[in-house]
């Protein structure tokens, strides 16, 4: 699938929301403050039978087995990273943690510590609705420190085809809301921050 994601709007601390959105995977700043559309590949994997979540739906009176994104695929096409280069992790019959390295050396963990799911249906769209907690290094002098950042990503879709091309199409619109982080423990009752992202992909 090729991937078009564009960040929409932000509001409250610019700082944190830049932080999460390239700790997220986000290609460049500039990409973020000036609105720039990203383009990038993704891939679906098919659901783990170990995963905690039941993965089956039903759509058009059938049970389905549904898919689950590649994050480590995706990290590598989004945030430039390749695993010739720097590690990339993520075991997708766990599914809930992922390392990587970026392109200039930091290591980065993010960990979902929280994860609802909407299912596909006949009629609706689907979505997922996540906490994460993100490890990052302090940088500087203080390169060796790690520091704990939260962010809920909510994501909803909508199945569709291109007008144009007749192509399978998903919509989607993704919101990024940060979170204080005092003690270690994320003040969900303290947004910091919150940025919109629209985004599509086409099925190649």
Not at 29 to 46: C, G, N, P, Q, W
Not at 90 to 115: C, F, H, M, S
Request: with cysteine.
């Amino acid at each position: 699938w090729r991937v078009q994601r564009v960040v929409t709007s932000v509001e409250g601390d610019l700082g944190q929301a830049g932080i999460a959105w390239s700790c997220l995977g986000g290609s460049s700043e500039r990409a973020f403050t000036s609105k720039l559309t990203e383009v990038y590949d993704t891939r679906f994997i098919e659901a783990p039978s170990s995963m905690l979540i039941d993965a089956t739906y039903e759509f058009d009176g059938k049970i389905l087995r549904g898919a689950i994104l590649d994050r480590a695929y995706e990290m590598q096409q989004r945030a430039g990273v390749t695993t010739n280069d720097v590690d990339v992790s993520w075991d997708p019959t766990k599914g809930n943690i992922l390392t990587y390295t970026t392109e200039k050396g930091d290591p980065i963990e993010l960990a979902v510590v929280q994860r609802r799911v909407e299912k596909p249906t006949d009629v609706g769209g689907f979505g997922s609705d996540e906490l994460y907690r993100i490890k990052s290094s302090a940088g500087g002098v203080f390169g060796n420190t790690a520091v704990y950042r939260a962010a809920r990503v909510r994501r909803r879709y909508r199945r569709g085809y291109d007008e144009g091309t007749g192509k399978r199409v998903v919509d989607g619109i993704e919101i990024v809301t940060t979170y204080r982080v005092l003690d270690g423990v994320a003040g969900v009752e303290m947004p910091t921050s919150t940025f919109k992202s629209r985004i599509r992909m086409t099925q190649l």
